[in-house]
């Protein structure tokens, strides 16, 4: 096992190959606090990736419900569980650690003899009913003449449920990577995206094992594993993935986590608003959550790290800058590299500083009232 520096648990831990990070890191930001489940982008993924024989189970982005639902069920519980206490020094956090130091152990770390990474395969079942759990609240709601009467006001509820949208994380450290024996599964040099070489795949499933997301799915008809390409073709003439171009509820954003100018870097390393999903597990993922308002931190404290008060109370009165960020989720299927937001307008750029769209930052929006809050996140 090599020493990698993993910024996000803000220290270094144990992994299987040294740190050698990509020319450009493909990322993206997801908003669950505008899903609406609609599962548009479920379909466009299944229909452009999935739709062979063999991959009918495979649902490489799902939407699912908190707390209750999940694909494969019980993903993320189950290896909570397994892991133990999760503790985080939050009272550490700097510039280069900016959620504190997390003191537990990674999948990496807490791995038993002969594996890279903690992990199990799912059983059949688990596989089964893609959409389990869908609307299901915290707690039953109890009425009192057809009126819900156990509630709070913002930003928690008492009953609650949020949709989680769920991609391949693309991840910096990736389990898949580690666990594969055969080194079919690599990064991609170039944009970070996490690929395979079905060639080499002989379908042992140690990275179904070990991924914690449990993204990489077997398909009994070619005994091989396939998994999330990142779209990769749209990527590389500068397109956003199907998932993202699809959303109803523009509730995705892509982009590079290390180009400074991006709007990924702003909303992850500057404001942080937008937090990485079970950060502890040490994969370092590329795919970041700007947390649901309404849902009581305990929990998302517990999904996204210690930063979520913080991206709650920023998301919850924004500044002007990231209100208008936040318009322009969903509003052009160009990736977007640079960005200005002025007084009137926020405006994205490609590559080349060319502009691609203007999108009005509207002034009655920047109050800091929370009508105007709940109309922009």
């Not at 479920?42 to 009918?56: H, L, N, P, R």
């Not at 985080?88 to 130091?101: Q, R, T, V």
């Not at 199907?242 to 509730?251: E, F, L």
């Amino acid at each position: 096992m090599s020493q990698v520096n993993n910024w996000q648990i803000g220290r270094k831990m144990e992994y299987r190959y040294d740190e050698a990070r990509p020319k450009r890191q493909f990322a993206a930001v997801f908003n669950p606090n505008r899903c609406i489940a609609c599962q548009t982008c479920t379909m466009a993924c299944k229909s452009t990736w999935t739709f062979s024989k063999g991959q009918e189970y495979m649902w490489w982005n799902n939407v699912e419900t908190k707390p209750f639902g999940g694909y494969p069920h019980s993903w993320d519980s189950k290896l909570l569980s397994y892991m133990g206490e999760q503790e985080w020094d939050a009272g550490a956090a700097s510039a280069d650690k900016p959620y504190g130091e997390f003191k537990g152990k990674t999948i990496f770390e807490a791995a038993k003899s002969k594996e890279t990474a903690a992990g199990y395969i799912p059983s059949d079942d688990q596989w089964n009913a893609p959409n389990i759990g869908e609307d299901t609240a915290n707690k039953a709601i109890h009425l009192e003449d057809g009126v819900a009467q156990d509630w709070a006001e913002l930003p928690q509820h008492k009953i609650w449920f949020f949709y989680l949208a769920r991609i391949c994380n693309h991840c910096t450290y990736p389990a898949c990577l580690s666990a594969c024996p055969r080194a079919a599964i690599y990064k991609r040099p170039q944009d970070g995206i996490v690929v395979q070489d079905q060639t080499r795949c002989r379908g042992y499933r140690y990275c179904v094992r070990e991924c914690p997301y449990k993204k990489p799915m077997y398909n009994g008809n070619t005994r091989v594993t396939e998994k999330c390409i990142g779209c990769y073709p749209r990527v590389e003439d500068d397109w956003v993935t199907r998932c993202i171009s699809a959303c109803v509820g523009k509730i995705r954003l892509q982009g590079w986590i290390d180009n400074e100018k991006s709007p990924i870097y702003f909303l992850v390393k500057k404001e942080q608003v937008a937090l990485p999903l079970y950060p502890q597990w040490g994969t370092e993922p590329n795919v970041y959550y700007i947390p649901p308002r309404w849902v009581p931190f305990s929990y998302l404290n517990q999904m996204f790290g210690p930063g979520v008060e913080k991206a709650v109370e920023k998301i919850t009165k924004p500044s002007h800058e990231l209100l208008g960020l936040l318009q322009l989720f969903g509003v052009t299927q160009k990736i977007i590299h640079s960005y200005e937001v002025d007084e009137k307008n926020a405006v994205a750029f490609d590559e080349n500083g060319k502009e691609i769209i203007r999108v009005e930052n509207n002034p009655e929006l920047v109050g800091r009232d929370e009508a105007a809050c709940k109309n922009v996140t």
